[in-house]
């Protein structure tokens, strides 16, 4: 589940985090995906407004 903890927590600053993850290349965020056991796609096109929206989306939901 989502910790529902998260009190403080600013999307700029998840989303800073989410910069110095190993998952990173070339400066952008990559999102690995799992379709089914053994497959994966992985994303890099999505942009920082995106993953705001969505970690506000989040935060939003773990206050309720």
């Known amino acids: 589940g ?15 985090a989410m910069t110095r993850d190993k998952k990173v290349s070339g400066g ?3 999102f690995v995906l799992q379709d089914e056991i053994g497959k994966v796609r992985i994303h890099d ?7 705001n ?3 506000k989306f989040m ?3 773990a206050e309720k």
Request: proline content about 3%.
């Open 28 to 30: 952008r965020i990559r």
């Open 53 to 55: 929206d969505g970690i």
């Open 45 to 51: 096109d999505v942009t920082d407004d995106e993953i």
């Open 2 to 16: 989502i910790n529902s903890e998260v009190g403080g927590i600013l999307p700029g600053d998840m989303l800073e």
């Open 59 to 61: 935060l939003e939901y």
